[in-house]
């Protein structure tokens, strides 16, 4: 059985990132390819696609190619997730991890313009 | 399934003596004797029969006769006929062999014409699909213990979405007239109890009469809402019999049935509310039963000029309509004035609910709004299974069917409507045209990340089968993954362009009820398309030789995830809550090892297949030659390997 969605309207997963570090470039090193294995291992796929394309869980999941969560952002929403999201502390996922993925995140191609898509001008 | 022997009953062997029989007694002993004696050549080396064979077999038939020129399922048919019924989806059993028989030599195989299911499941979903699209009930046949159970899990999908269904089960009620063995194993006292929970009727007639009665009181029923499925258990002897005396027998008449319509004093409450509200938002579910409904609500909100929150239980609402909203929570967070029309789930749209370790939830709605429910839904709910969902209080609660209160509603809000405020609704409906123009745009950018990826991206997925389809009379009837792609991008505006979803969320319902939505669509030659996960086609594959055997036209893509994806994505949320690994949660949640090839097991069933298709470039062309198929009148399926969602 599936559980039901209260409402097809059911919104973008909102953030909190008003009050930390604004700039992605702050992130700690991180090896792109240990990321792709671990973002794939360890489920983040499951909710945000293979490409960080988002998806749907509770409603939408957010896009997270090239993401514009400043680096600490993104880590507490790993380990303290706001909302469904499970937590993914460092018993499962270490800092340096949790690098690996925000750069693999980082080298994922952003869609190109959808007005370039004939698809979806129809 | 075993025949049934003859029944030694000295009692029943003079009723049928008296019920114009005719057979075995026209034939003479000396004429028996001839052909026991006169044996054909081939059959010379066979040991000749001894004297006690010769004599059983000569001598004068006994008082059973061996042939009937009446029967009960004779009069079952001409019953089932008057309601026309255009189709008896079936998976055929020994209990119902009676009428079976009379469908086919009796009422010709036409209305109803049978369609062999290889599932009980199959064909309840089918008639499920079948009535959300054509608006009246197919017959549904089954054994009465043995094949319920199998049709259970669908009986409950058509329950909770409110479908009319006319379940018709074999049973063998007299202990006496059992042959041992599966005919003890395949009756019951009442079985019909084992679904009642989702059932709005349910009856075993003991005479023809009662029959007829019955089955036109069991239609009316669930032909008038709140829709639900009904079931006649079918007694075998009643079914195989001759009828004593045919004219003594009268099918009643359903007459014209009205649906309930809401108070006409409440309705015009409603609609002074509706116009002095600054910001109402109208939400609906399962509210459109006819074309006619989608009509009704469009007027309505065009005189208001307000929003419309579609949750897709039914086909309610262009999707591309200036005032659809569907996709703005906003819409009813912000509204003074939340009207529920047919919802089914009233507390789930205005509450926001979190799935964490400690489950939490509070009101979303403005402080203060008012809320109003208009529908039918409260009037059919039962104890024990749990669809009715959380208790939502209202202002003002108003029991009537909504299709059918929308007319008055509107009239009585035009009325209302002073002019001096008509620019006050205009400029509402340009906001509201705006934010929906804004909730297209973002969908479509939304959707161009991993447009090109593979496995190919469920946004590719949906355009590609949207523009396969676009330029033709389509009818999407399946989304099956939690894929609102479609519904956030598509044009939807016919009132057969969807027609929503399982209603009790028991996966299996994608592909069958798809196929009965395509056998309704088939006689307007409508495109029927539809999209359904992996995990829910392998609950009932064999759907697919019964669109091959009837030769009913219909698109079917596997969104092919490799899992159960939902429940793969629910056991992760367990895994990070508890902190000891996330990395093995594929186990039991997946479909791979091997991957299942569905374009194969789609040839394997008779029906064209295309696939695994893995290159989002290769898409389209398979999407094109499966139409070609479809367009000549036969199934077709395109496997697509996907994302998850």
Not at chain 2, 600 to 610: I, L, S
Request: proline share 7%; aromatic share 6%.
């Amino acid at each position: 059985m599936k559980r039901s969605f209260a409402l097809v309207a059911a919104g973008i997963v909102a953030l909190s990132v008003a009050d930390l570090p604004a700039r992605a470039q702050d992130a700690p090193p991180g090896n792109a390819a240990n990321g792709k294995r671990v973002y794939l291992a360890d489920g983040c796929f499951t909710c945000h696609g293979r490409v960080g394309e988002g998806g749907n869980y509770y409603g939408v999941t957010p896009t997270l190619a090239k993401t514009q969560l400043p680096f600490e952002a993104f880590k507490q929403q790993l380990r303290d997730p706001a909302r469904v999201m499970p937590p993914f502390e460092t018993a499962v996922l270490t800092d340096q991890d949790a690098a690996d993925i925000y750069a693999f995140l980082q080298t994922l191609p952003l869609g190109r313009p959808a007005k370039d898509i004939p698809l979806l001008n129809n | 399934m075993p025949k049934r022997r003859n029944s030694p009953d000295v009692a029943r062997r003079n009723f049928l003596k008296s019920a114009g029989l005719v057979g075995a007694a026209a034939l003479t002993p000396a004429a028996a004797t001839a052909q026991i004696a006169a044996p054909r050549a081939e059959l010379q080396k066979a040991l000749p029969p001894g004297p006690k064979q010769i004599a059983l077999e000569t001598q004068p038939p006994g008082k059973d006769p061996v042939t009937q020129t009446s029967s009960g399922g004779d009069f079952m048919v001409d019953v089932i006929k008057s309601l026309g019924i255009e189709y008896a989806v079936i998976n055929c059993a020994s209990s119902y062999r009676g009428i079976h028989e009379s469908l086919i030599n009796y009422g010709k195989n036409t209305m109803p014409e049978l369609i062999t299911c290889p599932h009980e499941e199959i064909a309840v979903h089918m008639a499920q699909g079948f009535a959300k699209i054509d608006g009246k009930p197919l017959v549904m046949m089954c054994h009465g213990v043995v094949g319920l159970q199998h049709a259970s899990m669908a009986l409950y999908n058509s329950w909770c979405d409110r479908v009319p269904v006319m379940v018709m089960i074999g049973n063998i009620t007299e202990a006496d007239k059992r042959a041992p063995g599966a005919e003890w194993l395949h009756s019951a006292l009442d079985p019909a109890a084992i679904v009642r929970d989702f059932l709005k009727w349910d009856d075993q007639p003991q005479s023809l009469q009662h029959y007829a009665e019955s089955t036109v009181r069991a239609y009316k029923l669930a032909t008038t809402p709140p829709m639900a499925p009904v079931l006649i258990s079918l007694d075998a002897e009643l079914q195989e019999n001759p009828i004593a005396d045919r004219e003594s027998l009268r099918i009643p008449k359903v007459g014209k049935v009205v649906p309930p319509q809401a108070d006409s004093g409440a309705i015009a409450e409603l609609a002074k509310m509706l116009v002095a509200a600054d910001n109402p938002v109208l939400i609906c579910d399962r509210l459109a039963r006819t074309p006619d409904g989608m009509k009704h609500l469009v007027e309505l909100a065009e005189t208001l000029q307000c929003g419309v929150v579609d949750l897709g239980g039914r086909m309610n609402f262009p999707s591309r309509h200036p005032l659809n909203q569907s996709f703005r929570r906003a819409a009813v967070d912000q509204a003074d004035v939340i009207v529920g029309l047919e919802l089914n789930d009233f507390w789930g749209s205005v509450n926001s609910f979190t799935d964490r370790i400690v489950r939490t939830s509070h009101p979303t709605a403005k402080p203060g709004a008012k809320m109003v429910s208009l529908g039918t839904r409260d009037y059919l709910i039962k104890s024990n299974f749990q669809d009715f969902a959380r208790y939502q209080d209202v202002d003002l609660a108003i029991g009537g069917d909504g299709e059918a209160s929308l007319p008055e509603l509107t009239e009585a809000v035009k009325r209302l409507i002073d002019p001096s405020r008509k620019s006050a609704y205009e400029a509402r409906g340009k906001k509201l045209a705006a934010a929906q123009l804004a909730s297209l745009e973002q969908a479509r950018a939304a959707a161009t990340t991993g447009w090109d990826a593979s496995p190919i991206s469920v946004a590719r997925l949906s355009m590609e089968v949207y523009n396969t389809v676009k330029d033709e009379d389509w009818s999407l009837v399946g989304t099956s993954t939690g894929n609102n792609w479609p519904r956030r991008l598509w044009d939807f505006k016919t009132p057969y362009s969807w027609n929503g979803g399982s209603g009790g969320g028991g996966i299996g319902y994608t592909l069958p009820a798809s196929l009965g939505a395509a056998l309704a669509n088939k006689k307007h030659g409508r495109l029927t398309v539809a999209i359904g996960g992996d995990g829910d086609f392998n609950f009932a594959p064999g759907t697919l030789w019964t669109a091959a055997h009837h030769r009913i036209p219909m698109l079917y893509v596997v969104l092919n995830n490799h899992a159960y994806h939902q429940e793969y994505m629910y056991v992760l949320a367990m895994a990070g809550r508890r902190n000891r690994g996330v990395t093995d949660v594929d186990i039991g949640t997946t479909l791979k090892d091997p991957n299942i090839d569905y374009a194969t097991v789609a040839r394997g069933f008779g029906v064209h297949g295309e696939g695994p298709i893995s290159d989002p470039a290769e898409l389209g062309p398979a999407l094109q030659r499966a139409l070609a198929v479809v367009k000549s009148g036969q199934p077709a399926l395109v496997d697509v390997v996907s994302e998850p969602r």
